[in-house]
């Protein structure tokens, strides 16, 4: 069994994820190919997770590739999150993850609406909404705010009946556009705000897609994702793929007998798995430097992730349920954070002494990014801890 270190995973890193210079690429697709999917939770971070990897390209680039070519597409899925995916990737989710959590949603949104009192079969009414909701946008986009004014399923609220802190008013329009999300029936179009800003309007698949695929079955979607997440992070564990998908051990199990993954053993003794065509050891690449966007797909990639982040650094860099702010790395390790000053001037927050040439290069870094910001100032809602306290005054 071929043992594949620390230093060969870090330099994967580089290569694959397109993060070192001589290996950056030129279109959004194919950096969204390269990184199988995008994180899109935070607008910003499909555009700087393009910025990190491809020289040559505006926020307008990534913008035409979303919303004119739509080669590349939002879509929630895997852990309940919102991604890109390149557009011939989404029949597998829709199959599998998204699937999945489309299941899960059905059960939570049924059981609220029953709760509530606001129908004794949620599915029921779950299922009405969801068709009411179709049909409106069968006669063309709208915003959520504008399907809120003119469907009338739509329009409900639930909570906000006690003096409870955590209890507050919740619009039912948002659990019913997920649904349909999930289910590939609708998707996020055109975005209605500035790029920075998570502001979609919402349109059928058939509509924005065209020609919509069929779902692949369950055991080939997830396959068909394990094919491409090895080709992106392995060699990785069956517990950083089971996380990933957020999926069982017995689909994670199947779809690696599936695409005959290869097994390969980590410096730490575990049982990490490659893609049969991916066994070769990655050539030396050149120490490089690269500064992340909160909860970039390569920070968010595995399960374990003590090859590439100090475990002492996790408090300062990831908030309490996990979630990543942004990262700057050095020679493939996560060494601290970047904030922006109010005058949109990308400042780093470094939690190691990375020597002369690494503080260079990732100088070189922030003033390539403050650069390509021109000006906008990204707000975020997983700030880390290291991120608040950097921009103090």
């Not at 890193?13 to 994180?39: D, F, K, N, Y």
């Not at 090895?230 to 779809?255: E, I, N, Y």
């Not at 893609?275 to 968010?300: F, I, K, R, Y």
């Not at 309490?320 to 020679?331: K, L, M, Q, Y």
Request: with cysteine; proline share 5%.
């Amino acid at each position: 069994m071929r043992r594949v270190s620390d230093a060969e995973r870090r330099r994967r890193i580089g290569v694959r994820h397109a993060l070192a210079p001589a290996h950056r690429l030129g279109a959004v697709e194919s950096v969204t190919r390269a990184m199988t999917v995008l994180h899109a939770t935070e607008a910003a971070t499909v555009h700087l997770a393009v910025a990190a990897r491809a020289e040559g390209l505006t926020p307008g680039d990534v913008d035409t590739a979303l919303y004119d070519s739509r080669e590349v597409v939002k879509q929630l899925a895997m852990r309940r999150t919102l991604f890109v995916f390149p557009r011939d990737l989404l029949p597998a989710a829709w199959g599998s993850a998204s699937a999945r959590v489309a299941t899960a949603e059905r059960k939570r949104i049924a059981k609220a609406i029953e709760g509530a009192g606001i129908a004794s079969d949620g599915e029921a009414w779950l299922d009405a909404a969801r068709q009411a909701t179709l049909a409106r946008l069968a006669a063309g986009p709208a915003t959520t705010a504008q399907l809120r004014a003119e469907v009338p399923e739509l329009a409900g609220m639930i909570g906000g009946t006690t003096d409870k802190a955590y209890d507050r008013p919740t619009p039912v329009a948002p659990w019913v556009l997920t649904h349909l999300g999930l289910e590939g029936a609708a998707v996020r179009g055109r975005n209605s705000g500035h790029w920075r800003l998570n502001k979609p309007t919402w349109t059928t698949a058939e509509d924005w897609l065209g020609v919509v695929e069929e779902p692949l079955d369950e055991a080939a979607g997830y396959a068909e994702l394990v094919r491409r997440w090895l080709l992106t992070f392995g060699p990785g564990t069956a517990a950083d793929l089971q996380w990933w998908l957020g999926s069982t051990k017995t689909a994670v199990t199947r779809a690696l007998v599936d695409v005959e993954a290869v097994e390969v053993e980590l410096d730490d003794g575990a049982t990490a798995w490659l893609h049969p065509q991916d066994t070769e050891e990655t050539a030396p690449v050149e120490p490089w430097a690269a500064l992340l966007p909160t909860l970039d797909t390569t920070v968010m990639g595995w399960k374990g992730r003590d090859f590439y982040l100090d475990p002492a650094h996790v408090p300062c860099l990831f908030d309490t349920n996990g979630n990543a702010g942004t990262t700057a790395w050095w020679g493939g390790r996560v060494v601290g954070c970047w904030v922006q000053d109010n005058e949109g001037v990308v400042r780093l927050s470094l939690l190691e002494d990375v020597g002369r040439a690494g503080q260079e290069s990732l100088d070189a870094e922030a003033a390539r990014l403050t650069a390509w910001l021109g000006g906008t100032v990204i707000g975020n809602v997983y700030a880390s801890r290291q991120m608040k306290q950097a921009r103090l005054p």
